[in-house]
């Protein structure tokens, strides 16, 4: 029984809509009057996370390349950072087989030159992942939510931590240097050759750690690009340098070994000296 126009929330017509159909009409006018201007579907938060999300894939500070494109150029940088140690290490093996300066047949000279390289290669290896890559993280974090005051000083603890942890496995390897030896069986003259290879590969990990810092370094500031031609060109002299000592020097082991050390480390000097130029502008 009702009187004017005070009637029941469900009579249609002339009755005042419900609380739930005020509701209803607001969110659609909220939606229709987004700032992303598409009349309906997207809101500023899922544009935020969009961003997010971009700036997730394609870097903080690279040039942004979308769809698929990205993705595969993506892929093919990371391809390529990892195929230039393999490719070196089968153009290193492949001089020291058809090199007259190997140590008694050329099967041992690669039997040797495989087991050093590949001790040298697992305590890195090891040792980054377990202790160099929580530094590298820290300093990642820093540079992705733009903290330069704690960048510079992050960056010098991860280089630290990659050298001492590389100075300290090349000790202890070089103190299991005989070990080693005795577990291949190798002959007197073997171990004479080989051993200048295997210091000098031990005296290397410390820069190559520090190469990796860079390199995370790099691709936190979205230099991926720069960071794989650095990866690169520093396996390419490492290449000419151990071809160029196999001309001169007596052993081929001797030659490679010593082709390492001075590649690594000029190319971890070389990477320090990149970074200001790396850096993005904001950072100062």
């Known amino acids: 029984p009702g009187g004017g126009g005070g009637g029941s929330p469900r009579s249609p017509g002339r009755d005042s809509p419900s609380p739930v159909m005020n509701g209803s009409l607001e969110r659609m006018r909220t939606r229709s009057t987004s700032p992303d201007g598409g009349g309906g579907m997207t809101n500023p938060m899922n544009q935020s996370v969009n961003r997010k999300l971009n ?43 058809r090199s007259p300066q190997s140590i008694g047949v050329p099967t ?31 300093l990642q974090d820093a540079i992705q939510q733009r903290e330069w005051s704690s960048v510079g000083r992050r960056m010098w603890y991860a280089l630290f931590a990659a050298l001492a942890c590389g100075a300290a496995s090349g000790g202890v390897m070089v103190m299991l240097e005989d070990t080693l030896y005795d577990m291949l069986a190798l002959t007197p003259e073997a171990r004479g050759a080989v051993s200048p290879y295997f210091r000098a590969r031990c005296a290397a990990l410390a820069p190559i750690m520090a190469q990796r ?17 650095f990866n690169v060109l520093s396996a390419l ?48």
């Open 55 to 97: 700036l997730d894939m394609d870097g903080y500070y690279a040039p942004q390349t979308p769809g698929c494109l990205g993705w595969t150029w993506a892929g093919l940088v990371s391809v390529i950072n990892e195929f230039a140690p393999y490719l070196l290490v089968c153009f290193l093996t492949a001089m020291i087989v």
């Open 108 to 138: 041992q000279a690669v039997a040797v030159f495989s087991a050093a390289l590949a001790l040298t290669q697992f305590g890195c290896g090891l040792l980054f992942t377990l202790v160099v890559s929580v530094f590298v993280c820290h």
């Open 213 to 229: 810092v860079l390199l995370g370094v790099f691709e936190a500031f979205g230099r991926s690009i720069g960071g794989m031609i």
């Open 237 to 284: 002299c490492e290449a000419f340098l151990a071809y160029t000592a196999l001309q001169t020097l007596g052993s081929a082991l001797a030659g490679v070994g010593l082709a390492s050390l001075v590649s690594n480390s000029l190319f971890a000097l070389l990477g320090m000296m990149l970074v200001p130029w790396f850096q993005p502008n904001e950072a100062g």
